[in-house]
């Protein structure tokens, strides 16, 4: 959703509600309850995008956010707010998750990029 929400610079609402109706997609298997959870990650992503994007710049060290595969952007964005307000998720859960994410949309250079970012975040966050 985040990826077709700035590729296709959409409204949000256009996104999340379309995204379940795709012919051939997942609505019919995947629950209500998760469907619900993944649009609030993603309405609270795109809620919080600056100060995600300023967490991301200061731990992306000589890399610019409009120079990172726009996956890449999604995937961090979506991990950093599950950091900062999601705690009921353990932060290796979510790094996971998004290695996992990394590994099927994107790269092998990718992975080792968003893991080094958001372990980056990761000892920010806990030391605040």
Known sequence: MLYQWEIGRLPLAQVTGDFWRVPGG?????PESVQAFAVEL?????QHLEALDVLIVEAAEHWRLDRMAVIDRAILRLAV????????????????????LARTFSTDD???????????IRRRLERV
Do not use: M, Q, W, Y
């Open 81 to 100: 707010f599950e950091f900062v307000h999601v705690p009921a998720t353990p932060a290796k859960v979510v790094i996971n998750e998004a290695l996992e």
């Open 42 to 46: 993603v309405s609270g992503v795109v």
């Open 26 to 30: 997942t609505a019919h298997v995947v």
């Open 110 to 120: 990718a992975v080792r990029f968003i893991n080094g970012i958001l372990d980056g």
